[in-house]
Every structure is written in C-alpha cells, then in structure tokens.
C-alpha cells in the first residue's frame, strides 16, 4: 500500500521532502503505514499538520525503464537482495546520511528509491539534494556533535544512520552511535585508522601479507630525504592523516620529493596530518577502484569503477578529489576482481578482525593494476563510498540500498547479492574555475533542469551547491557537480553525461573533456578536437 500526499506543513523547522512512498512523519509511520485506516482525513500533533491524505490500492514502484520516473502501479512484491529472503520485507525503515557532498546526494538518491526505506534525512545536506526531493535536509544538525545526532535519531524514530564522509568516522561518530543502540553503517573511529593513517593501512598490509607498494614512515625530513635519493625518481610522498584529498604528491624528480617533505614535515601545509610522511615505491599501471560492503566478518563485491584523479585532460596537472568515473572498468575483469577479494579485500577483513577492531562499512580499495605483472596492488584505503564513484555506483544499483545496509550492520552481509543494471554508467565533474587551487565562490549556475532532461537516463548530483537570493544555484565549493548518466555502453553513457554537460549554463565552471579515455577509442573524443 502507499499513501498520496496532496499537502502538509512542519513546524517549526522541518519540511519533509517525497520519497517513493510519500511524505510522513518517521515518529508515526510505524502505526500509520501498519493500519493504513486513515483516508481523506486531516489531523495535527503539536509540530505537525498534515491534511488531504489519500490512499491508493498500489504501492509506489520504479517503472520497468531504468530511465522513467517514478509511477504508481501495482506489483507482487518481492525482496530486491538476493540472500536477505523476505523476512524483513514489512521493515521501514527511516534513514538519516551523514555528509553534504555528491556521494551524500548519490546514497539519498538510492535510498530514496529503496522499498524498504520510508523516509531520509540528510544533514547537513545541500541545496541540490534538498531541491530534487532526494531527502529532507537538516543544515541546523551538527554532525561534529554526537550528542545532538544521537538526539535527532530518537526524536524521528531513525533506524539506520549512513556516514558519508571520513572525517566523522575517524572522529569515532559511528563509535557513539553504535553505543547506544542506533544502527549506523561506517566503521568505528579505530577501524576508520585504515583511511585516517597511512601508515597503520600500510602495517596491517605487512602484517597480514596483502600486496602493496614498498614504502618507509619518516617524521625527520633529512632521514626521509636520503632514502629518496637512495631510491631515486619517480617516487611518491603521502602524508600520513587525512588530507583532504590532497596529501599524496607523485614527484617525477627528485627535487619535487625534496619540496614535498619540506612542505609536509617542515613547513607543516598539512598540520598535524602531516607531521609523518610516507615515502612510496611509484607503481606503473592502470589505476582502478574497487568496493566492498562489510559487516565486521564477511565482505561482498560491489561493481567496479574508475576515475580520474588529475585535473586536466589526459591525465595532466595536479590531483583533484576526482573529475569524473565511469562503471564497469573494463580493466578490472572478473578474474582479477576475484582476486582483489582473495588477496586484498578478504585479508583485511580478517586482519581488523584479528585486531580486535572489526570493520562494518564500505571499504574503498584504490589499486594500480601493475604494468609488469598485471596484477592488483593496494595503493590506498577509503573507509567510505568513493566520490564521484558513488555516483555511478548508486544509478546502476537496482537494489534495496537501505536493507542490504542495515544487513552489514547486523552482521548478515553472507550470502547476500546485489542486482545491478546493465550497461554502463558516466559521471562528468564540473568544478570552479581555479580548482583545485584557490577558486570563486557564488558563481551562478543555470540550465539544470534543461541538463538533466536533454537526454534518457541523466541525473545531476550537487557537491557544492546553494541556493541564492534570486533563487538560483550558485557554486560553493571546488566540486560542484557531478553530472551523471546511463548508457547500452560506455559509449552511450558517456554521449548523454557530456549532452547534459554542454546544456549547463556555467562561465564560473569547468570539466574534463575526456573521462573514459581509458575505456572508449580515441576517435569517441573527436567531437572536442
């Protein structure tokens, strides 16, 4: 059943936003979705108003078209996670997602569509997320203040709280959360060390024998600068903390290493994140992205991604956060997916387990497929959905997000599979001109809706958006948006992302022209010669 919600208010701060089965209070949705005896009614509770509520004999339903919107029509229901069985089919859940960025808006946009979540907050969220009716967002929330989460979830009745962001895990809000009882998918602050410190990443890879890239710890500039020059360029110097994505600089010569340990340990650009580098054997090969649900003892695939971390075409000039993805990787073949479990992904598990810090979460292994060996390296952990390969990730998952979540929670992630659609699926980053350096905020951004309606299959995803006084988007951040398509192919996706992009009135903005590069032939890219 579903309900249709013709119109309602929410005071003092609250506006809730439709997901596939209306709109609703969480405190009250257990008892009303239960009994479902209420029809054309109106009624109030004292921060509540709703009015003109309809029920229909169907409940809400994707169209069969992956790239229709969403329609009413009536349907035998079935659990859409192979392995989690039916069990939990009448669970509700209520969703609240941590973070404010693309992955934030990419992970609503598919709880969104999950049949067992009834309702999902955001916070802080952004304008983009709250103005495609993705979440309701909390801006007010501060999601540094565990206390107040924690609040906020009892008060609207949440049942799975999603961390986005790394920042919030490595600073133990999972820990918290998890304390008192709240389902929460990350891992805990002493988990999240495999993304927060380098170097402890780089322990468990010797402890426990999984392959990744030769390396030395230094906090002493001269002792990191002799090893250097004893192994010679390219080399690659890593701050050990959290950097922001900016930490990891690939010296081709020797006096760029020298400038980037001076920069780190000496001058301190990083604070306390770089007050210890590591100095990395540089790997040769083809970069891919590969991630796994994880529930503290079993782990399963997800489909695999790639980006582009440097900012220009081709590859060239400095690191970004990511410019763009594409999925599936053709470089990542079945063979050596299975292999990336056995020997990488499989391993940690075990080794966090063994630890005695178990990790329940997505855990985010960037590789290089080695040029001489052809075999997958661990060049780096994220305890968190990639960004922008969420967002392709989150538009090809046809299944129910929030129960398979809430199942690595538990601890029943055995078993379980996930349905994707097939084809594959593009994101173009539009940034501020200037990024990933010094840019302009407030820079007027127009044409979205046009954008995402210029061809099937397109979804735009905000990263750094508001909303200004005239009510138009403006770009608050480096990454603003993450312009998002589904294809037959690559080919397909890859036209209908740049179509959406080219209809984007954006002077402030810039993008890469080329994502896919890897993947398509160069003569798919004349039409930017």
């Avoid at 009448?90 to 404010?100: N, P």
């Avoid at 470089?331 to 056995?342: H, I, Y």
């Avoid at 959406?500 to 890469?512: D, L, N, S």
Wanted: charged share 20%; glycine share 10%.
């Amino acid at each position: 059943m579903a309900m249709a919600f013709a119109t309602f208010n929410l005071s003092p701060s609250l506006r809730f936003v439709s997901n596939n089965k209306g709109f609703f209070d969480s405190q009250l949705s257990n008892s009303f979705l239960s009994s479902h005896l209420f029809l054309g009614t109106s009624f109030s509770v004292p921060t509540l108003s709703f009015s003109t509520i309809l029920q229909t004999s169907c409940r809400p339903h994707i169209n069969a078209s992956p790239c229709s919107s969403t329609s009413f029509r009536c349907f035998a229901q079935k659990s859409p996670v192979d392995g989690l069985g039916s069990n939990g089919a009448s669970e509700s859940l209520v969703v609240l997602v941590i973070g404010g960025g693309g992955r934030e808006h990419a992970l609503c946009y598919a709880l969104q569509r999950s049949p067992s979540c009834d309702a999902v907050f955001c916070a802080p969220g952004n304008a983009g997320i709250s103005s495609s009716g993705n979440a309701t967002c909390i801006p007010e929330l501060d999601i540094s203040d565990s206390s107040a989460v924690i609040s906020f979830c009892r008060k609207w009745g949440v049942g799975l709280v999603v961390v986005g962001p790394e920042a919030p895990l490595v600073s133990g809000l999972a820990n918290d959360l998890v304390k008192v009882g709240i389902p929460t998918f990350g891992p805990s602050a002493e988990a999240a060390a495999l993304e927060g410190s380098k170097n402890f990443m780089k322990s468990i890879c010797d402890k426990y024998g999984i392959p990744t890239a030769k390396y030395q710890t230094f906090s002493d500039a001269s002792a990191a600068k002799q090893y250097i020059k004893e192994q010679g360029a390219p080399i690659v110097i890593k701050a050990d903390g959290l950097a922001a994505g900016k930490g990891v600089i690939v010296a081709m010569t020797l006096e760029e290493a020298y400038e980037a340990v001076d920069s780190m340990l000496v001058e301190g650009i990083f604070g306390s994140a770089g007050c210890r580098v590591i100095v990395e054997e540089f790997l040769e090969g083809e970069e891919a992205s590969f991630f796994a649900l994880v529930d503290g003892e079993n782990a399963i695939p997800l489909e695999s991604a790639q980006d582009h971390k440097r900012v220009g075409d081709g590859d060239t000039g400095p690191n970004t956060g990511g410019m763009g993805a594409y999925s599936p990787a053709p470089v990542l073949t079945e063979e050596l997916q299975s292999l990336v479990m056995e020997s990488i992904i499989l391993p940690t598990v075990k080794g966090m387990s063994a630890e005695g810090c178990k990790f329940v979460g997505v855990l985010y292994a960037g590789l290089m497929i080695e040029k001489k060996s052809g075999l997958p390296k661990l060049i780096e952990y994220n305890v968190r959905f990639g960004d922008p390969e969420c967002q392709v990730l989150m538009i090809r998952l046809e299944s129910d997000l929030a129960k398979v979540l809430l199942a690595a929670c538990r601890g029943e992630l055995k078993g379980v599979s996930l349905n994707w659609s097939p084809g594959s699926a593009m994101v173009v980053v539009m940034a501020s001109q200037g990024y990933p350096g010094s840019y302009e905020k407030g820079t007027v951004i127009q044409s979205l809706e046009e954008a995402e309606n210029v061809a099937p299959c397109v979804k735009i995803f905000h990263a750094g958006t508001a909303l200004d006084l005239d009510g138009n988007f403006v770009a608050t951040g480096g990454r603003v948006l993450g312009v998002t398509a589904k294809g037959r192919d690559l080919k397909e996706a890859r036209d209908r992302a740049y179509d959406a992009v080219e209809e984007i009135k954006w002077p402030g903005g810039f993008y890469r022209w080329d994502i896919g590069w890897r993947a398509l032939p160069q003569n798919e890219f004349a039409r930017n010669a």
